[in-house]
């Protein structure tokens, strides 16, 4: 019977598990979190202790779900020179701004599916440039974490990228699937300093792919009518679908997944973390929000806390709360942030008018059904509730099962909630007030 060891390595934990020929769970989940960290080798220590936890012996393949955008220079001994450098880091927002004027960003998005941005490698190169220019000088390569984490896991120099991660960095160029010429000579980085880019198994590990495609693997979305709207620590919101050309669309990304397949849609910097800074800061919340709606507390709350990534791309936008009074309660709190991420979804989704139906993925949404309930009357559609405790686990091993020619079982799905039509009303003239909010504080002209 085929074993395969699934790795999902996210921005706040690892996770590792068996699966079977089917994409059966044959153990339980090893896990480990490391909220904010970004030190590689810590990093990879907690994916060997996940590993050594889970004591899978000798597997048919192994599969790998990893964060994507991550940068990380490296010197001649294949050593870190840098922590690793996230979609989270904003630092390089007005290096970002001074290298869109260096470009054309429209010309380039529609290359490499990816804006000119603080998340995207193109931001961070021309931020070290800047900052550090010696480092960028000597630096010998230039890789994400999951190329450096099987360096150290399989004991090689070098190992290749994949088409999937290579495609997330933003200095792809998705017609030719080689690195952008006009990007790197406006850097100043040669394309020997990064990674080759191959799809083929090192030994019995296949290259890692962005933590996003196999979310959508293993909950089952990969058709154009059929979205994953993920809510971990970020979130996102992304079809999977078979093109013989890729072109990307205003506000959204477009990645490459393999030969045949690109992942489109649009990320979030605001998810679960959101969340959690209000239950850290409020210091807890009791009640229900069964029954209430936007009318029930009267706020505005643009989720932006963590910067902005779709639909407008700012590369300084700011979080803020509009409608506060002393009558304000920390559940009011709770509740306007929860539907200020669920407008920002709704944004998203309206560039996507082919999605007929909607599969909810990730634990920081899959545990809450107010949220989910929130999350359907925002955006005024049917939302299901995943049957998948681990999308993204789940997804490496179904990648892998089909790399290796074998079918995987169907994806469960769980309870359908539909949007609440006595609540609409209210729920339209909140989104309209946060757009509102939007373009004041953007600058913005639309939302």
């Keep these: 019977m085929t074993r395969i060891l699934a790795l999902d390595a996210g921005t706040s934990s690892v996770r590792a598990q068996l699966f079977g020929g089917d994409a059966s769970e044959e153990s339980a989940v090893a896990r480990r979190d490391y909220p904010g960290e970004t030190d590689p080798d810590r990093l990879v220590a907690e994916v060997r202790e996940v590993l050594d936890d889970l004591n899978a012996r000798d597997p048919d393949a192994v599969g ?38 260096r470009v054309d960003p429209v010309a380039v998005h529609a290359r490499t599916g990816c804006h000119i941005h603080t998340s995207y490698w193109p931001a961070k190169l021309a931020w070290l440039a800047e900052e550090d220019p010696e ?30 991660l290579a495609s997330g960095t933003g200095l792809l160029d998705l017609d030719a699937r080689t ?22 198994p090192v030994r019995t590990w296949y290259p890692a792919l962005m933590d996003g495609v196999c979310a959508n693997a293993g909950a089952g979305c990969v058709t154009r009518e059929r979205a994953a709207l993920t809510v971990g620590t970020s979130g996102a919101f992304r079809t999977v679908y078979e093109t013989a050309t890729a072109r990307p669309r205003t506000g959204l990304f477009l990645y490459l997944v393999d030969e045949r397949r690109v992942v489109e849609g649009g990320a979030l910097s605001d998810g679960g973390n959101v969340h959690g800074w209000i239950r850290d800061t409020l210091k807890g919340f009791d009640g229900s929000l069964t029954g209430r709606d936007p009318d029930s507390h009267g706020l505005t709350f643009l989720t932006l806390l963590g910067g902005e990534r779709s639909i407008g791309w700012h590369q300084h ?59 359907a009357d925002a955006l005024a559609r049917p939302m299901t509730a995943s049957g998948v405790r681990e999308a993204s686990l789940r997804g490496a091993a179904v990648a892998t099962l089909e790399r290796l020619g074998l079918p995987a079982g169907q994806a469960p799905l769980g309870r359908v909630f539909e949007p609440r039509p006595e609540h609409a009303a209210a729920y339209a003239a909140a989104r309209e007030r946060q757009r509102e909010l939007y373009r004041a504080a953007t600058g913005a002209e639309t939302s």
């Design 64 to 101: 790998c779900s990893c964060f994507g955008h991550s940068l990380l220079a490296l010197d001649a001994r294949g050593r870190p020179l840098t922590p690793v450098l996230g979609w989270r880091d904003t630092r390089s927002a007005d290096a970002a701004e001074r290298l869109a004027r």
């Design 135 to 164: 480092l960028l000088r000597t630096a010998r390569r230039f890789v994400s974490f999951a190329e450096y984490l099987y360096m150290q896991l399989l004991g090689e120099n070098v190992v290749p990228t994949s088409s999937s």
């Design 179 to 200: 690195w952008d010429p006009e990007l790197l000579e406006t850097l100043g980085v040669d394309p020997e300093r990064l990674p080759g880019i191959d799809d083929a």
């Design 317 to 375: 936008a700011k979080g803020a709360i509009h409608g506060l009074t002393f009558e304000t309660t920390a559940l009011d709190l709770r509740q306007a942030a929860l539907e200020g991420v669920a407008f920002r979804f709704a944004e998203v989704a309206d560039l996507m008018p082919e999605v007929e139906e909607i599969v909810a993925t990730g634990g920081a949404i899959l545990r809450d059904d107010d949220w989910l309930q929130i999350m």
